[in-house]
C-alpha cells in the first residue's frame, strides 16, 4: 500500500518495551522465537532500543508476508499467556527459543510446555527450515568478537 505521497515503506518497528514489563519477555525472546516458525532473527535494538525492524525483502509475495503477520500475532498469543501466568515467565517457548531438532526429539524433556508448543506452534512449520543452535549469548558475542581471517600480511 501507498501514502498520500505515493511511498511504500519496506521495513517496519515494533516496539516491544511493554512486553518486558507485563511478562518479562525481551525483544530478543521475541527474535528468537520467530527462528521456531522458520523466519531469521530480525534486526534488534537498532535504530531504536528495544525495537525490532523487520525487513522483508521485495522478493517475499503475499503467502509469506502473511505468515510472518500471523507468526508475529502467535507470538503476541504466547506473551498473553505468560502474563496471565497460564506459561511461566522463566521457563516458556520464549524465553527457550529457539528449539532445535536435536532439543526436540531428545529423550528428555522437562519444560513446562509440549514439544509441538516449542517446535510446531503453527501447522507451516511442518515444512519449516530448523534453527541450528539453541540460544546463545548475544551481548558476549557483541562484545567479543573473533577473526577467522587470515593474517593482514597475506593480503599484499
Known sequence: MQDEQGLVAHEFLIDCKEFKKTSGVDVVDISKRLMDYGFHSPTMSFPVHDCLMIEPTESEDKGEM???????????????????GKLDR????????????AVVTSSSWK???????AAFPKPWCAWKV??????????YGDQHLVCSCPPISSYS
Not at 519444560?111 to 508448543?117: L, S, V
Open 111 to 117: 519444560r513446562p510446555y509440549t514439544r509441538e508448543m
Open 130 to 139: 530448523w534453527p541450528t543452535v539453541g540460544r546463545i549469548d548475544d551481548q
Open 66 to 84: 502473511d505468515r510472518l503477520v500471523d507468526s508475529l500475532l502467535a507470538i503476541r498469543e504466547e506473551i498473553t499467556l505468560i502474563e496471565q
Open 90 to 101: 522463566t521457563c516458556n517457548p520464549l524465553k527457550m527459543a529457539p528449539h532445535t531438532q
